[in-house]
């Protein structure tokens, strides 16, 4: 599985990458924050919603410490995307958070 450190995203980001960010957490715990721009798929809907991805993008997978996005990683290469999991998850992340209201 490939990998990402909370400091080389926020770099990207810092840098204007166009990235495609997934936060798979559950939704109260995305409601305290969330890397800003990342779209909110909870992990148990994810087979559900294959057709919001896209095969020739490639995501970056986060939840709270890095579990979760990994077996979000996991499915989501068995089916063709090209994924990578954000180490240490959001109790790593040290940047800008943004919260919905």
Sequence with gaps: MKEITVTELATKLK?????????????????????????????GEIADRLDDFDKTQHYYMVCRSGGRSGRACEFLTENGFDVTNMVGGMLAWEDDVEVEE
Excluded: Q
Aim: charge should be negative; hydrophobic fraction near 40%; charged fraction near 35%.
């Design 15 to 43: 840098n204007g990458d166009k990235i495609n960010i997934i936060d798979v957490r559950e939704d109260e715990e995305v409601a305290m924050g969330k890397i800003p721009g990342a779209r909110h798929i909870p992990l």
